[in-house]
Every structure is written in structure tokens, then in C-alpha cells.
């Protein structure tokens, strides 16, 4: 896995694609509606930037989507990526994180909540949902007094398969 892909507990590989493509279609028909409210227009390499985030569904850098998206389009450049991006963000399609290195890394908004897990060795980025940790989270707040509005969790390590790889102690 390359530095940086991210693995989350997934559902059948062919259930997945068809999930992620028809959420791909309803958020860019959602990016359509909030482009016009801004009175901005959709046009292709906006479009084609947004469908490939969209479809990819996972924590991808600039550079990253850049890549991605020059495979549709040899034509789209890093200024309209950094600009799509930003409109995303705007338009609330998206989460920009930034984890212990530092990078900038996009998600889709609008996912269910959930922590993460960082490897330190290969970057991996490993998703994870715990309603215990969600009821300590509630707990701690209320004897606090105070109202939890939202929270973000990272957890830095050595993933499974980095630690297979170190020598045994």
C-alpha cells in the first residue's frame, strides 16, 4: 500500500464500487446545486476534479488527486485542483485534515463520524468507529459541563503490517 492510502473495514468490493459511484453521482448533483447558489457555473474541469474525489473515497492529498484527475483530463492543472478543492470545502463536501505530517488530506463530508488511525512508518490511514470511546467522549463532557459540538481523533502507530515487518524483540 502505497505511503499515505488509507484501508477501512469495507463491505463486497463490487457492493462498495456501486455505493461509492452512485454517492459520487448524488454529491456532484448536490456540488451542482451549491455551485448555482453561489452563482458559479459547473464546468468540466471542475466537474471532472469533484467526480474523481467523489469517486475515489478515500483521504487523498492535492498531489494526489492531481494525478488522479490528469488520467480524465491531461488538460486540468494544480491551480484548478487548489481551487476546487477550496470550493468543495465551502460547498461543505468535503474535510480538509491535517495529520502529523503535516500534508493537507481531503475526505468526503458527509460520511458517518469516525476516528482514525495514522502508521507512522507507511502512512497508512485506517478508519475506525467505537461508540465506546463516543459515551466516554459524552461522559467526560458532561462533567465538564460543557456542550460537545465535535471532536477529532488520531491515533499514530505501526499498522499490522509494519509491525509484521519489524525484526521480532
Same mark, same amino acid.
Given at each position: 500500500m502505497a505511503h499515505g492510502e488509507e484501508a477501512r473495514e469495507r463491505t463486497h468490493p463490487a457492493t462498495e464500487r456501486r455505493s461509492r459511484a452512485g454517492g459520487a453521482e448524488e454529491r456532484m448533483l448536490t456540488f451542482h446545486a451549491r455551485l448555482r447558489e453561489r452563482g458559479l457555473k459547473s464546468t468540466?474541469?471542475?466537474?471532472?476534479? /469533484? +467526480?474523481?474525489?467523489?469517486?475515489?473515497?478515500? @483521504?487523498?492529498s492535492a498531489e494526489e488527486l492531481y494525478a488522479e484527475v490528469r488520467k480524465v483530463n491531461p488538460h486540468v492543472g494544480y491551480a484548478t485542483i487548489y481551487r476546487t478543492l477550496k470550493l468543495l470545502k465551502d460547498c461543505n463536501l468535503l474535510f480538509e485534515r491535517h495529520f502529523e505530517e503535516?500534508? /493537507? +488530506?481531503?475526505?468526503?463530508?458527509?460520511?458517518? @463520524?469516525?476516528?482514525?488511525?495514522?502508521?507512522?512508518?507507511c502512512g497508512r490511514i485506517l478508519e475506525f468507529e467505537n461508540d465506546e470511546i463516543e459515551r466516554m467522549q459524552d461522559s467526560i463532557a458532561s462533567k465538564l459541563g460543557v456542550l460537545l459540538t465535535h471532536h477529532k481523533m488520531e491515533l499514530y502507530g505501526l499498522c499490522g503490517e509494519c509491525r509484521a515487518k519489524q525484526p521480532s524483540r
Open positions: 468540466g474541469p471542475r466537474d471532472d476534479i /469533484a +467526480r474523481v474525489f467523489f469517486e475515489l473515497g478515500r @483521504h487523498i503535516g500534508q /493537507a +488530506r481531503y475526505e468526503v463530508a458527509g460520511e458517518q @463520524h469516525h476516528d482514525h488511525f495514522i502508521c507512522e512508518s
